[in-house]
């Protein structure tokens, strides 16, 4: 994937298992920068941009990103995230009769139960909507089990498995993420990146010196000269 904004040199690239950090000395160009990606306008963005994949294709600005403004709030409820996994998970139902079969036979046993209690009761009882599974994932808010009280590494570390269970295409772009990390800390995060073989575009408003080994940088001071 390539990220292409009008007023740089040359286009972003961004590549699965390898960060892309694009670090940005001039405060004001940042917030402009992180503000367009936020907003999906593309080409009608406060900075314009373009994301094209590797056969020359363009993306959807909407739909190419999924932009984390910050690591201590996590998108778990991405819509595009949880579908993907969601529909892994029916596939993977129906192909084990054995589970499926397993799942009716509890389901008719508690509703069974619970009708039991009908006994009691002097009119007519029953359920109006018969018992699916799907009906079930979407009741019962069916989701990744994150904890919050872990690290911000683990939850990024977790997110990116996340990412990789869904199975999508679409950039992580994590706004500012080094501030919350030790520099060993983000050695750890960009080898889960590199596990993963996730697509992950990082925005510092902080210049280092470190570099890292599943990391490719590119800078841009404070008079908007690129590195």
Not at 43 to 72: C, F, M, Q
Not at 126 to 131: P, Q, V
Request: glycine fraction near 6%; proline fraction near 4%.
């Amino acid at each position: 994937m390539r990220l292409s904004f009008s007023g740089l040199d040359s286009p972003l690239e961004i590549k699965p298992g390898r960060a892309t950090t694009l670090e940005i000395e001039n405060a004001e160009l940042f917030s402009r920068i992180c503000l367009s990606l936020c907003g999906g306008r593309g080409r009608d963005a406060l900075e314009p941009y373009t994301l094209w994949d590797d056969e020359g294709n363009e993306l959807s600005s909407k739909d190419a990103l999924i932009l984390v403004e910050s690591p201590l709030s996590l998108p778990w409820d991405n819509k595009h995230l949880l579908g993907a996994v969601t529909r892994k998970f029916q596939m993977a139902l129906l192909e084990d009769e054995e589970l499926r079969a397993f799942i009716d036979k509890s389901a008719a046993n508690i509703v069974s139960a619970y009708m039991s209690l009908a006994m009691t009761m002097h009119a007519e009882y029953g359920f109006e909507i018969e018992w699916d599974m799907q009906r079930f994932v979407r009741t019962f808010g069916f989701g990744v089990g994150h904890e919050p009280q872990r690290s911000v590494l683990e939850n990024c570390m977790d997110f990116l498995s996340f990412v990789l269970d869904a199975g999508v295409t679409q950039c992580i772009t994590f706004v500012n993420l080094r501030t919350f990390l030790t520099e060993k800390g983000l050695e750890a995060f960009l080898e889960h990146v590199f596990f993963t073989n996730v697509p992950v575009l990082l925005l510092e408003q902080n210049v280092s010196p470190a570099a890292f080994k599943h990391e490719q940088k590119r800078l841009i001071d404070m008079d908007f000269v690129e590195r």
